[in-house]
Every structure is written in C-alpha cells, then in structure tokens.
C-alpha cells in the first residue's frame, strides 16, 4: 500500500501523488512529470486527495520555490474553480504548487500517509463544501510546520498570528477549525505551503471562515479593544515570541515603560532580546499616545477606533501593527488635516510625528484642567519622542514646554512642523542609524515610519514666533517642566544608545550619553538661531538648516542636501522638499 | 598646487616661530613633529575657516567676509569670542572716531576750502 511504496528513496507525499497521477487516465493536461507509478489512493476520491495535497504542501519547501507556487496557485485556483475537482485536478494541484524539495520532517509526512482515511474522508467532504481551491489551500497556510503534529496548527498559527486581539480572536478560531481537520491528515503539508504561500495571502480569515461551512461565515471578532490591552498585547508578544500561544498580557508593561522612563529597561537586562523587544514598544508606546492624543484632540472614542485597528492589522509585527493602528484612528478620527495629512507623509518622523504630538498634547494637557492619565503617560513618552528627533527639534520642543500655553503650543507646533519639514534630511540620516538595524522587518518599519507625521500638515508657517521666543523661552524655563519631560526625551535616545551598543550598559555610561545628547541638541538649536539672525531673520529656515548640515560635513561640495534628501527620504518627505512627479498627484479611485 | 605648498611652508614658519616663542616662555621643548603636526592643523583649519566663511557670508546674502561673518565663527570658543568681539568693537570705536574727524573735516572743507586742505593733509 502506501507504506510499502514509501520506502523509495524519496518516501513524500509527493511521489505518491505522482504514482497517482501517473496511474490515473488523465483527463486534463499534466505539468509534472511523474516519476513512478503506482496507484495509490485513486480510489478513495476526492477527500484522500485533498488531504494528499496538504501533505505535499507540507513536505514541500517553502522558500525556494514559493514564486512558482505562488504562480502556480493562482492557476491552479482558476483551473480548479473552472473544473470539477477530480482527484486528478486536486493531485496535480498540489504537485504543481508544492515545491520539489525534501521533506522537512520525513516521518511525519510518512505518519500522516497512512493516518485514517476514513476521517479523511470525513474531514474533508467538509473542505470539499468550500469553494474553490483557494480557500482549500488558503487553510492550511497557517498551519504550522515546526511544531508537533498535535500542535502545528495552532502553534504556527499563533506564532504568526499572535499580535492583535484580532488575530488572537483567529487563533481561537482557527484551532476550532482546522485542529480536527488538519491535523490528522498532515500538518506538515499544510504547514509547508503555508509556509510558502503565506506572503502572498493578506486575509487569512476569509479561508477560515469558508471552511467552517456547518458555521455560519462569522465576522472577525472585533470586541471594543482597549487599547492598553492592545498595546499590551503587542509588547506581550514581541517580548515572548517564544512562548506558545499564551495570551497573557502584561498589563503593566507599557504603563511602566512609560513612568519609569528614567530606567533603561523596564525588564532586566537579558541581552539583546529584551532591547529589541524594548525598542518594539516605543513604537507601540507611541502608538497608544498618539491614539490617546487623537482621542482626546478627535473626540471619538478610542474604542471606536480600536476595532478599526485590528481589522486592519494582519499576520506581520508589532511595528506594522503600530503603523495601521496608528493610521487608523487617524483616518478615523480625520478631525485636522493632521489627520489627513498623516497617511500621506512617511517615514522620518516618527520622531517628529511624537513631537508634533507632544505639542498638542502638551498644550492640551496645560491648557485642560483634566488633563487624562493617559495623557500623563503620554507627556514623557512624547517627550522621549520628542527628544529623539534631532536636537533641534528637541531642544525646540523643550523650549516649548517651558513656555506652555496654548497659543505658544499651537505655534510651536507651526514650529515645528517647519522644522521637521525643513529638516527631514536631517534627523533621517541618523534614524536610519537608529533605527534601521532594529526592527526585525524593514517593512514593518517602514510601515511604521510612514504613520505620518502630522509636522507639515500643522503648517507651513515660518518659525518667527517660536525662534523669537527661543531666547526669552530660555530665561523663562519653567525647571520641572524642562526636567521632566526633556529627560524622557534624552533617556528614550541613551536606550536606543544602549541597545545598539549591544551590550549591557551601565547607568552611569547611560547618563552621560544622556548628559552629551543635551549639550548636543542644545547646541543644535543654538547653532540654527544663530544662524538665522545671521541671515537677519526670526525664522529659521531651511537654509539655516543646510548650513549646520555643512558645517557637520553631512553636506558637502559633493554630497549636496538634495542628495541627502534623496537617499534618505521617503517619498511622502521628498516631495515636500523636491518636487517630483509623484507630488500634487490624486490617485484614483480615492484609497 | 605649488601656491599650496609655499603657503604651507609659510604657514609652518610662522607656527615655528610662535612655538619657539612659547617653548621659551614656558620653558619647555617642542619638538620637529610637533611643531608640523601643529602647522599642519593650522593650515586645514584656516581652508575650514574660509569655507565656513564663505559660507556664512552667502547665507546673509553677501558677497564679502563681514566682521559678523567672523563673530559666528569664532562663537564656539567663548574666551576667544570675546576677544574678537572686544577687537572689533575696539576697531569700530576707532573707525567711527576717524570717520567723525573725517566728517569734521569735510565740513570744515566746504567752509574754509584752505583751512580744510591742510586739515585733511594733516589727516
């Protein structure tokens, strides 16, 4: 039977679908050429087949020939919606998809062959019911491939799926679902083409849903996510990738990250790991402030807006999950052209973007008697952003908190938004230093990055009132609102400092480089003054900007600021700065 | 090029002499590597300092090296910005000193042709 042909030396799924195909009276055009013959599973019909192709899947390998089953699939997925789905068609599905390459885990490619048929059969008139191939195929993506058989699917599942309520909603789901199908018949397999195919499929749900066809099609679960819990959830599961699918949140995590901001890391030093986790919530941390910010600017309801998010956020990390959350309550809320604006600038300023937030949620707080505890939160976390920017920036915006009023914040936030316009090159140079080798996926940080950053939607106006006010501001510091959140800023920076050293790091050391930033930025912002009243201005400019970029050597007779624009930019940034094709564009139909 | 090396060579000539000076002062020995190593510095920070002065003077929108120019430069070094602050204050006082008499003259000139000839020759 199956065992005995097994024994070949390539002893996969595959080969005894090939035996299959091989055997069986082609009834449509086969692709592969079969290497042996033997007829196998013909007569068990079209659920042995089914579950013969998850196995191929599985035993397939993922990464090299994931275009060409990607391709494949796509065919293979009209064709099979096209024809009826005869054993053949599923069986030649699976060999055209499934790479050729060696089984994973052999024995378990070879236990699930002879499994019970009978439940197979059972198992898989359920798939059958579904529509179409994809979604028969689209299951088993999650499917895990590394874990035990008992466990593949839900452990790869969640380890995938783990960074949003959303997708813990799914992961409960999905082990309802696929645990009894999958598993029997071979995880392996569906894990393998999972493995494969998971980059080219963005809504995992959807299969899900189809295969339960007894079920009705159940929505995404969308309960009102406080967004704590959710930001909670995020750092719970950068922190504790290697857990298995344990959804315990650490409920203080963000907040302490946030309070005890003076200490490098809430958790102790483990190495690495806990720094990269680290660096992970701030964007989240940011996240939760800018969603609360929205909150109080926009007025909706956070948890209006949280539901939104977790619909949005898919399989992908906890950057990403931050960037759509982030954009999110920004589409949502819409309340400025902040908002609007936001979706449309990328990159560079997630620091500016925390300041130009810290601004206003700045100026909210002083202004508002009842300022909400999250916006305290918010306060030094927006500080930490603020001072991670560049020292222009977060001297400015120190400046600026020491005058606190509102008219003050709402020109400072003009400031800024000049500032940042004027000077993207110029922090992105060394974010890109910062932050490039941090995030575990570039994309996601792009993504992250590209959250917008409200500083040129705020204005274009001149800097006049804020760089009159530098000189007078600094007399008139208030000390503790200097200290308090100007220090957050600078400790945000000695953390990033810390975890690229990538060692541990004393406090002392930490202090100092805190010490060294503050006379940085200091003179930064001294630097740009300086330079505008030499130009006889109260603004400062972009040109001011240029010549401190000059005098860094940042800028030079060959290296000009347009060429640091462009390699360091973003495109929603460099169109600000260079006009280019893409700019003043409207892309129809409106996303 | 060669202009580059002759003022070099001037360059460290004068750095030589200024060490000797203060080696004497201080009575201490300087030696050959030092003195070069401190010509040679000397002379990348002057090509530093005309390019940053050029460029300031283009950022305020000159074409010619101001006073102002050279006070921006200098503000890194609080000791020796107020040493050239207090030059060029001392040089205005003196310019402006120079102009009023100049003026005086000028008006004396229009009034006693003669009288301000030979006061403007005296000037």
Redesign the interface.
Known sequence: MADGDISDNEPTTRTLLRRVLDTEAPRTPRRRQSTRAGVQRTPLGTPFSMRLRSQTKTTAGRQPHRARSIGRLAHIQTRGQLKEQTPRTLLENILLTAPESSMVMPESAVKPVPAPQVVQVVQFSRRESSPGSLELQLPELNAPTTLAPGRLTSGRRKKRLRLSEFQQGMDQELPLSQGPVTEPPGNTGASSLSSSLNLTFATPLLPQSVQRPGLARRPPTRRAVDVGIFLQDLQDTSVATAFPGDRTPVATLPTDTVLEDTQPFSQPLIGRSPSVHHSLPYPSLSAERTVSRRTRSSGPGLQNNSPGKPAQLLAGKAEEVDALAMRFPNTSSGTSGVDGLEPLLGGVGEEVEERMEESMSLSEVKEATGAQASARAEEPEAHTEVAEAEGSWGAIEEKELEGSSGDKDTEGRTARPELASSTPEFPRARQLEFLEPAPPTSTAVGLFRQQVIPAPSLSSEPLEPLSARLPTRLQTAGPRLRQDPYKMGLSHYAKLFSFYAKMPMEKKALEMVEKCLDKYFQRLCDDLD??AA???RKTVRL??LE?LM??QGLVTDRVSLHVLVEQHLPLEYRQLLIPCAFSGNTVFPAQ | MDFKKRLKAAVHYTVGCLCEEVASDKEVQLSRQTIAAISEVTFRQCESFAKDLEMFARHAKRSTINTEDVKLLARRSNSLLKYITEKSEEFNVERKTKKKKKLEDENKDSLEPAEAGGVGSEN
Do not use: I
């Open positions: 300086v330079f030499h130009a006889g040109e001011d010549l000059r005098r």
